[in-house]
């Protein structure tokens, strides 16, 4: 690539980097035993990468189990050559029981009495047991081993999977990390009980990307990262101390148009933006619609023109959006303008936009749109 990318045609596109995907699996890679294996979250289209590419790529990287968060998902990816294991993280319907089945999904058991509808469906279903630890949120309590050994004992049911989700580890309070500790030991000592009962356990896991990084002690036959493959924490303050992570993805739109502004005259819907003095305006082909966050403007946004910051102005529209390129030479109609990923010497980072819209990337990542074209540099 050279520039800011003039690879895709389009008016907004992203732009995924299959080297930085690869780095980021490699470091993940690094940190576990070579028993467990990455069952990567491409839920959402991938935090908004596009679920096809991503999880194509990392197919052939060698990647062998995924998960996602409902059955059409799980679909999709089959759809386009997934042969792996498929994890539903959440609610399937009833009625798409049979949805199951057909395409080779496994679902995960949200709670007991669920548990008997997927063993009333009467087909073979893969499962992996939710155990409910302290989230309150999936699964049977840790408590009930009871109901969790019936579950393994359903005839219907074939449990390849027993898990938990912890809900403090990217906390590092001191009373979060005690949390944790007893999420995992509940769970440790839930899949003890089912071993001495049973002869055997499914297999297990607990730990998504923050857990990677904070309790790898804690890694068993499955990690699920979402986040930090896609090289990006969720918040700002926590690169501290923490691995360098790459970016995969960039999201650049085209400048449409550039218009001169005398003081006094505004701009945009509202006439939010209003010209202190002679200003230049470039009009961007990206808006809300396209995942832009509205609240980017009053956040101090900008994006980037032939390497410098160009602020965001006035209100962001559903298709449009509008940057002050007053202090940039030569900007026209054409132009690409980043508004996540690099430009030159400078970067914008989704964590940093997140932090000016009052929310964390993976909100920023999971919302980019399906209008934007998606393709692997
Ligand atoms: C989304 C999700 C993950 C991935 O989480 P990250 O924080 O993005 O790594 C893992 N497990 C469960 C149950 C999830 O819902």
Known sequence: MTGDGTAHAGRAWIELDRKALLE?????????????????????????????????????????????????????????????????????????????????????????????????????????VGVDTGMHRLGIGSGN??????????????????????????????????????????????AGEIRKRRGSCPKLHLLSSYGIFGYREYAEDYVRPGIALYGVWSRGEDQKGRKSLC????????????KSLHAGETAGYGRAFLADGERKIAVLSIGYADGVPRCLADGGGSVLLAGKKAPVV?????????????????????????????SQAEEITATEMAGQCNTISNEILSRLGSRLARIVV
């Open 24 to 128: 980021n699996v490699r470091t993940i890679r690094a940190m576990l035993p070579q028993s467990c294996s990455l069952m990567p979250a491409v839920k959402a289209n991938a935090y908004g990468h596009g679920s096809d590419l991503i999880a194509g790529e990392l197919q052939k990287a060698g990647v062998q189990a995924f998960c996602v968060a409902c059955a059409a998902e799980g679909v999709g990816l089959r759809r386009c050559g997934i042969l792996g294991e498929i994890l539903i993280l959440g609610y399937t319907d009833e009625k798409e029981f049979g949805t199951l089945a057909r395409w080779r999904l496994s679902q995960t058991v949200l709670d007991f009495s669920y548990a008997k509808r997927l063993n009333r469906y009467g087909k073979k279903l893969h499962v992996h």
């Open 247 to 258: 970016p995969v993805l960039s999201l650049k739109a085209r400048v449409a148009c550039v």
């Open 145 to 190: 081993p009871e109901e969790i050994l019936e579950v393994l004992g359903m005839e219907n049911l074939q449990a390849d999977g027993l898990f938990t989700h912890l809900c403090a580890a990217d906390s590092d309070s001191a009373e979060d990390r005690t949390f944790t500790r007893k999420q995992a030991e509940a769970f440790y000592r839930l």
């Open 314 to 342: 006035g209100r962001i529209c559903m298709d449009q959006m509008l940057v002050d390129v007053s202090g940039i030479d030569g900007v026209k109609s054409g132009d690409t303008a980043v508004l996540i990923g690099r």
